[in-house]
């Protein structure tokens, strides 16, 4: 039954990230008619004239409250630590999501930043402790990048 819940919360934020507007023409067009010049990384992330876009708060926080439940977690054999660590990851995600107000084209970027998060944080329940602690490696690194392209 937790695994149901997991993939129903799951479906319900791949439904919530990729509803809000997240339509490559008219991305398109709004870059072509702002005079903005951007450059994508491999995530499909781009810079605002080669700076980060401002975001809200609450996603800072949000980014920041991952971050900090990495520091307090230690790799290891247990893999129910690895699910707990899911699910307060997936609990910030969600939060996140939740209180998003940006808008434009800021908001379509942080979109393609946390696009590539949900399927790591999803990893996180696998049943196979290789792939929980490459998730864990490979999250540390993808959210250290977030100043990079947000302020």
Avoid: R
């Avoid at 479906?11 to 072509?32: D, F, M, P, R, W």
């Avoid at 660590?85 to 209180?99: A, C, G, M, P, V």
């Amino acid at each position: 039954m937790k695994n149901f819940t997991k993939i129903i919360l799951f479906t319900v934020l791949t439904i919530l990230v990729s509803s809000c507007g997240n339509n490559k023409e008219h991305e398109h067009a709004g870059q072509e008619a702002s005079g903005q010049e951007h450059h994508g990384d491999e995530h499909g992330i781009m810079l605002n004239d080669g700076k980060p876009w401002m975001a809200n708060s609450e996603t800072t926080q949000g980014i920041h409250n991952m971050s900090a439940l990495w520091d307090g977690f230690k790799s290891g054999n247990d893999i129910e630590e690895y699910h707990a660590l899911q699910e307060d990851l997936l609990t910030e995600f969600n939060t996140i999501i939740k209180e998003c107000t940006m808008e434009g084209d800021s908001h379509e970027q942080l979109h393609n930043y946390l696009l590539p998060m949900k399927d790591l944080i999803s990893d996180l329940g696998s049943d196979d402790i290789s792939v929980c602690n490459n998730s864990v490696d490979l999250l540390k690194k993808y959210l250290s990048t977030y100043p990079k392209y947000f302020e």
